[in-house]
């Protein structure tokens, strides 16, 4: 049996707000100098400086960039990487894939989320299954 369920845009990016404001840098990092500096600059100057989006209810320019075109985070070495640090693309597909592997795999954390229960652990577990395609570090 599939299930379908809405979920409003601003809900995924209170998410990814929660990820990249400290739920995944234990084991996630984003460098200013590896993203797209052209696409970022096309952004309204409100974005920039982390104001609010009135229309997304984004609180980073990089979470709207990774909806609509894709970032880039890497996955910090701790010595158990076996090639040092690496990097991972985020865009709106593995956002959306994270989302329903959410629901599928974790559905103690996908349940807090739809009843906005979500916290630092729902952040960093979406984060985790949109990049890695598992739960790997929580």
Known sequence: MELSTNIPTERIFDLLTGAFEGGSNYWCKMEDDKQDAEYLNRLPDYLIGGAKNPKAGCQSPYILMAWDHSIVL?????????????????????????????????PHHFNDFMAENDDAWTSDCLLQLALLQEYRYG
């Open 74 to 106: 890497t996955e910090i070495d701790e010595g158990h990487l076996p090639n040092g640090d690496v990097d991972h693309i985020l865009n709106r597909e593995k956002i959306e894939a994270g989302m329903k592997m959410m629901q599928e795999t974790c």
